[in-house]
């Protein structure tokens, strides 16, 4: 049986060897406390999941929902009070909006409907991996462009060697950024849709985390940019900001013709969303917001516990103020791998190694705050234990 080549591109995803790992472990009898992935442990609120049950009871909804290609007028429209409420961006939910099944499924359209095969597509390193296999897949050839703490984790525009620009069509960026944890700028997005304008380069902006900030941090879309539309769309999503990940909902916005060439991709693969998880979604933007603030008070204290230990044990860094993951230096002389294996072996802790998100994650470690506080606090006591 022939595998096409282009699955052979793709490095295997980190997570699947992490639960490989995991498994192993657990077989042998022993607990295990995973702090590496980023998937919220509390439920979804309940009036979300009444909503879903009451819409899923009717059966006008258990039909394709293709009526409305972008996906439902309401939720679109629901997405574009979001918007404008949050962030003060005005969006046409006719033209400028698209439902999706999560975020990542937009990285995914996004190349396929923007990117020729060899074209270059740039990408963060570090950077979410799915980048990476969504342009493969796509054809696309992808260019890693460093983000380094001494650049406060942001590209240099100027250092991308402007052949490679100039063959560029497509660039994905993500702040509040997983995994450094980051915060975009307004002078930032300046400078990218100058960028983007300058070498007529698409922006993906990726944008899951927007609202996951902490210490005052000010929320921010790319769309609030000026110019920021002729360039690109964002990307976002309701699986971190509503505890929804297995609910596959999201959307992305902006830019009409990438929207609209996204929008084609997608009718002819999946046909849209469930109806009910479109009004669910729906109801979650317009009723709980709160439960928001609610998660940010757990992670915020989450996020002081882990640094507390670390500081005592002599990890001492600036912890960017973004998402639910702490991007942490690795104690001197030891790589990333060495000390996530020692954490491992040592503590029966899983963190993810920090080159895993590519090369100039060697470093670096990335703990996730989406474990109860218990576990974390269990968590924390073995990994001070270990290392001391
Ligand atoms: C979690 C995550 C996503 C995936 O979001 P879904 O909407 O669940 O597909 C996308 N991008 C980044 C950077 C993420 O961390």
Known sequence: MQIADRLKKIPPYLFVELRKKINKA?????????????????????????????????????RYPTDEEKGMLAFRQEIARWYNTRYGVSLDPGMEILGLIGSKEGCHHFVLGCINP?????????????????????????????????????????????????????????YPNNPTGACATRGFFDRLVEFARQFDIAVCYDNPYGEILFDGQERLSFLMASGAKDVGVELNSLSKLFNMTGWRIGMAVGNVDIISAMS??????????????????????????????????????????????????GIVFDAPKGTFY???????????????????????????????????????????????????????????????
Not at 284 to 290: G, S
Not at 305 to 310: A, C, F
Not at 344 to 359: L, M, N, P, R
Not at 365 to 378: K, W
């Open 118 to 174: 060899g074209d270059t597509v740039l990408m963060t390193d570090p950077g979410y991996p799915a980048y990476r296999a969504s342009i493969l897949m796509g054809g696309g050839v992808p260019y890693n462009v460093p983000i380094l703490a001494e650049n406060r984790y942001f590209p240099v525009f100027e250092d991308i060697p402007t052949d490679v620009a100039k063959k560029a069509r497509g660039i994905f960026l993500n």
């Open 26 to 62: 657990k077989a042998e009898g022993i607990d295990v406390i995973s702090l590496a992935i980023g998937d919220p442990v509390e439920p979804t609120p309940d009036s979300i999941i009444d909503e879903l049950c009451k819409k899923a009871r009717d059966p006008e909804n258990h």
């Open 326 to 388: 702490l991007w942490v230096p690795v104690p001197r002389g030891m790589k990333s791998l060495e000390f996530t294996n020692l954490l491992f072996d040592k503590a029966a802790i899983v963190v993810a190694a920090g080159t895993a998100y590519g090369q100039y994650g060697e470093g670096y470690i990335r703990i996730a705050l989406t474990v109860s506080d218990a576990r974390l606090r269990e968590a924390l006591e073995r990994i001070e234990r270990a290392l001391s």
């Open 264 to 313: 084609k991709v997608k009718e002819n693969t999946d046909s849209g969303i469930f109806n009910p998880i479109q009004y669910a979604g729906l109801h979650a933007l317009k009723y709980e917001a709160k439960n928001i603030d609610h998660m940010l008070k757990i992670y915020g204290r989450r996020r002081e516990m882990v640094l507390e230990t670390l500081r005592r044990i």
